[in-house]
């Protein structure tokens, strides 16, 4: 059973998909997050500006380096913190979490879609 030892016993952990971001993780100076003191978000997705975008791109929320991007299947129907600790490995890369994006936004979906 999920969060158990092999004896039954409740594994207590960090559940490494639920964040809190605070200090340096927030953006200072800016009207949107300026006022912020603890941001916790559950199960977050990280953003990234495309390659050769022309859109501004202005990271708000950010990770520490001490990061990692998890697959989502792991966190979605059945997951395991105690696993999620044990496998995880830094990808010495800092996240965006929130940004303000601005400009013109190009779509891949088709032009006569529905929808």
Known sequence: MPGEDARGRPIITDYLAWLAFKDDAIKRGDPVTDDLQVVNVATAGAISKAEG??????????????????????????PKPAELMRDFKSDDKSYVIAARVSGKLKTKRAENSAG
């Open 53 to 78: 975008a022309t859109i501004d791109f202005e990271p708000l929320i950010v990770t520490s380096k001490d990061s990692m991007l998890i697959d989502i299947a792991k966190v979605r129907a059945d």
